[in-house]
């Protein structure tokens, strides 16, 4: 969870840099391998990314703000599309940060904001603090 956006960065364990929210893979993964459940973190699947289904009780696709520019560019023609199907939303995966445009909160809060991301509306009490 990014909490000045509202919204949730996905790491992969590709990428090696930071995540806006001050963690490297390796320091999100610590907190839900083991089969032990951390509030505000959550492992899946790069194909469950695009799904309708992918958080569906915070509000869905909608809520992703950041991911690394690799995973975007595999992840992006579904994820477009399940985007268009739920919000009308069309290149919602240009709305999305990645490394290139924001490594820390503020800056991507400020990419969000200049792209009208959809996260940035939506109700915070459906992401558990």
């Known amino acids: 969870i990014e909490p000045l956006s509202n ?4 790491a992969n364990r590709e990428y090696a840099g930071m995540t806006p929210i001050g963690m490297t893979f390796p320091d999100v993964a610590s907190m839900t391998g083991g089969g032990v459940q951390t509030p505000g973190f959550m492992g899946h699947g790069k194909h469950f990314i695009a799904s309708k289904k992918f958080m569906k009780a915070e509000g ?3 809520r992703i703000v950041w991911m690394p520019k690799d995973l975007k560019d595999q ?3 579904k994820l477009n599309a399940t985007a268009k199907e739920l919000y009308n939303i069309d290149n919602f995966v240009d709305m999305i940060g990645d490394e290139t445009v924001a490594e820390d909160p503020e800056t991507l809060l400020a990419y969000l904001e200049e792209k009208g991301h ?4 939506m109700d915070q009490g459906r992401i558990p603090q």
Do not use: N, Q, R
């Open 7 to 10: 919204g949730v960065c996905i």
């Open 60 to 62: 869905g696709v909608g």
């Open 75 to 77: 992840v992006a023609e």
């Open 118 to 121: 959809p996260a940035l509306d």
